[in-house]
Nanobody, 123 residues
Framework: QVQLVESGGGLVQPGGSLRLSCAAS????????MGWYRQVPGNQREMVAT???????EYAASVLGRFTISRDSADDLVYLDMNSLKREDTAVYFC?????????????????WGNGTLVTVSS
């Protein structure tokens, strides 16, 4: 139905930058919300940043001013530019999509997740 594939994770030093990308594919006419969550083993998955199809962003307080989310709604892409990375940003980052409308103008009725990409902030 819908697949989300992330890329761009890796190892970066504290204070460095990374860009995550996510591409959605499948029978998609539009996606209301795309974004990023992250999870550290043993902890709950937490929202990092989301953006509506109209371009309204929402950020977790811990990343505000350091991370920037952007979307290419025409091509069902979402990006996360991460600057001034801290050790506590180390996590698996998951791409997220909700409010997905298929080609028959019917909502799938569930959120979708990518498999995750690991971001490690370490010296």
């Amino acid at each position: 139905q819908v697949q989300l594939v992330e890329s761009g994770g890796g190892l970066v030093q504290p204070g460095g930058s990374l860009r995550l990308s996510c591409a959605a594919s499948g029978r998609i006419a539009s996606i209301d919300i795309m974004g990023w969550y992250r999870q550290v083993p043993g902890n709950q998955r937490e929202m990092v940043a989301t953006m509506t199809a109209r371009g309204t962003p929402e950020y977790a307080a811990s990343v505000l001013g350091r991370f920037t989310i952007s979307r290419d709604s025409a091509d069902d892409l979402v990006y996360l530019d991460m600057n001034s990375l801290k050790r506590e940003d180390t996590a698996v980052y998951f791409c997220y999509a909700d409010g997905v409308l298929n080609n028959e103008a019917i909502y799938y009725g569930r959120p979708y997740w990518g498999n995750g990409t690991l971001v490690t902030v370490s010296s």
